[in-house]
């Protein structure tokens, strides 16, 4: 659980240098999955997919987000 929150405070210190990485959303999407918060995970992968993450828009497919 530490690790998932330190990670989560990594890459949003990312997207606050960087408002478009597309990465950072995916990863931090990709997170709050495992975690088990949905809403948060779609809300960040919808950002990585309308910033053009092809593995964004395909996750948001295969779990119904």
Same mark, same amino acid.
């Given at each position: /659980? @530490? !690790? #998932? &929150? =330190?990670? !989560?405070?990594d890459y949003k &210190?990312? #997207? @606050? +240098?960087d408002p478009r990485n597309s990465e950072a959303y995916l990863n +931090? =999407? *990709?997170l /709050? +999955? @495992? *975690?088990g918060e949905r809403s948060l995970a779609a809300a960040n992968l919808r950002q990585a997919a309308g910033l053009g993450s092809r593995r964004? *828009?395909?996750i948001i497919r295969q779990q119904g987000l």
């Open positions: /659980y @530490q !690790e #998932l &929150r =330190g990670a !989560e405070a &210190r990312v #997207l @606050q +240098l +931090l =999407g *990709a /709050y +999955l @495992q *975690a964004a *828009a395909a």
